[in-house]
């Protein structure tokens, strides 16, 4: 089991940026990639980015390109979201995954195995 625990969550104003921090445990080393959805209000799970262990490759949604960036902190079992120059409809909760298999693209709910409990991001114009 991988255990995920997100944080940096919270209030910014249009334009502003957060930093989420997904802290992993457990059997880390299971691992092959990582990555980040979010859930707007009333709405379905979305894939935000994701990163390959292996190669560091990285895959970002067409409404954050260039707007986020993911990477890790292999010493600290860490995978971080930057986000910038963020939108009101950035607003939502936030939830690191990770999933065990290489052969997996990383951009599907179905390609994680495991789930984080999730960090709010409120974004007001």
């Known amino acids: 089991q991988v255990q995920l625990v997100e944080s940096g969550g919270g209030l910014v104003q249009a334009g502003g940026s957060l930093r989420l921090s997904c802290a992993a445990s457990?059997?880390?080393?299971?691992?092959?990639?990582m990555g980040w959805f979010r859930q707007p209000p009333g709405k379905g799970r979305e894939f935000v980015a994701a990163?390959?262990?292996?190669?560091?490759?990285?895959y970002y949604a067409d409404t954050v390109k260039g707007r986020f960036t993911i990477s890790r902190d292999n010493a600290e079992n860490t995978v971080y979201l930057q986000m910038t120059s963020l939108k009101p409809e950035d607003t939502a909760d936030y939830y690191c995954?990770?999933?065990?298999?290489?052969?997996?693209?990383?951009?599907?709910?179905?390609?994680?195995?495991?789930w984080g409990q999730g960090t709010q991001v409120a974004v007001s114009s």
């Open positions: 990163m390959r262990w292996a190669g560091g490759r990285t």
């Open positions: 457990g059997r880390t080393f299971s691992v092959y990639g």
């Open positions: 995954a990770a999933g065990r298999y290489y052969n997996r693209d990383y951009t599907r709910i179905s390609d994680f195995d495991y």
